[in-house]
């Protein structure tokens, strides 16, 4: 396994250079593939990479490539234009550190070293790398672990001139290699045939036995041509959640979108929502590479992540390893929390004041989402009152975490919004509606009510909290209100109680003389 890179030596940008006041370091990279050339500028150094600028140009440098060796005079050109445009917004936003890292195209072209030569006239401030195929797959499986800290399993990533293959585990990967399945390239090699595509994908991934060691785990997908296969298939079905970020599929679907795809003309490709239209005539063979995976590393499940080679060069290379360390939803949780919320500190006295409810038979996944959505429940508590739960919702659903699956996503928006009195049966929370089981639905309606009351009761405050303690016993659910005599209105906390009792399949029962 290849040592990790050191920090690029670069220095920052002009001190000059326009950034407005109390900001933190902004990082760039640009990730100059067989396909497009994408320039990305990640805002201050967190656990979860905030990208503030991300824009793509689609050049396909590799194009012709599998005939002529060289990348193409047009392509060239293009991107030294491109270049020079996102080298002066790099210098407009202050950037530093400021990275150019370019894949397979470069790498393999005859003319490579002079069309770096060339770039570097463009992008004086930035530090250049041509990485080789195992360095490559190396930030891939960086970026993958960026997103999913415990993945296990094999990811792929594919580009236009190449597709690399990592075996991730216990937060390390190994048998980082490249091969030339890139999509581009594929279809050169196949000359335009899905059938000729085929033969090429199997016989290259049949002659690496390891992947088969990947049996029964999760099948992680990263790069553009699997994230439009992604979108393809959330248009296809109307899935509720237009997020490619850990959408997952069972195998059994995911061979049914790589059928679909091979089965449509370049025209209709062009016309399904949500597909670029200049990844459409890469789609089939996209579908081509994705069905011989399945075929032979046979995953429990296909995970596509946005993040890659660039979020892995922003964990690897710019993030301290004190905050790489942390848990994603935890650190947004917490973020979210302090920057939104009246009392970041509430959560762990929220997670043992709505124990009483859950426990026994909580699993640990369920007691993680339920801690989490705890700390995420005054999230709103600065909006306007008509609005609270409807922003509280779409912030949590659509966050930039990356660390969250799209079942915790629904999970933890519904609670919440429901924590905001929001109707179960709201229109706004038919994605939870469709993403959760009705076990986790009804789980997280009855986590919102619970946290309704608290707040009500402690007005997000451990110290009240802690002095109104919540109860099961037998068939009751007991709020003791004696603990200290304070007087409160007796309707609200009784019509809140009520309500959970039910949701719960007990009887309300408030003790003491705390009441008005």
Known sequence: ???????????????????????????????????????????????????????????????????????????????LDVLARFGAIASAMGVGPFVVMATAAVRDATNGPAFVAQARQKLPKAHFRILRGDEEADYSAAGVLCAVPGAVGVAADIGGGSMELIKIEDGAYSHAMTTHLGVIRLSEAAEG????????????????????????????????????????????????LNMVHLFTLSPRQALDLTAWCQSKSVKELEKTKGVPRKRAAQLPFAAVVLEQLLKQVRPSEVVFSADGLRE?????????????????????????????????ALAPALVRWTAPLFSPDET??????????????????????????????????VSHGVGFQHPARAFLALAVAVRYEMDPDDPTLKPSRKILSKADFTRAVLLGQALRLAYTLCAGTEELLARYPLKVEGPTLSLDLKADGMRMEASVVKRRLAKLAASAGLEGVIKGEGMA
């Not at 990082?27 to 990479?49: K, Q, T, Y």
């Not at 007691?367 to 779409?394: E, M, N, T, V």
């Open 1 to 79: 396994m290849s040592a990790e890179p050191a920090p690029p030596d670069q220095p920052a940008l002009s001190p000059q250079a326009s950034r407005p006041e109390g900001d933190g370091q902004r990082a760039a990279i640009i990730d100059l593939g067989s396909n497009s050339v994408r320039m990305v500028v990640f805002e201050g150094v967190s656990r979860n990479p905030v990208p503030i600028f991300n824009e793509k140009a689609t050049l396909q440098l590799g194009k012709g490539m599998q005939a002529t060796g060289k990348l193409g005079e047009g392509g060239v050109e293009k991107a």
């Open 193 to 240: 045939s899905v059938e000729k595509a085929t033969i090429i994908a199997s016989a290259i991934l049949a002659a690496q036995p390891w992947l088969r060691e990947g049996a029964g785990k999760p099948l992680y997908l990263v790069g553009g041509a699997f994230r439009a296969l992604a979108r393809a298939e959330i248009a296809r079905t109307r899935y509720p």
């Open 312 to 344: 892995g060069w922003y964990m690897r290379d710019v993030v301290p390893s004190t905050v790489r360390a942390e848990n994603p939803m935890d650190a947004l949780a917490q973020e979210m929390a302090q920057r939104l919320g009246r009392n970041a």
């Open 364 to 397: 640990e996944p369920q007691k993680r989402w339920r801690a989490l959505a705890c700390a995420f429940s005054d999230i709103g508590s600065y909006d306007h009152p008509q609005y609270r739960a409807a922003q509280a919702y779409q912030r949590i659903l």
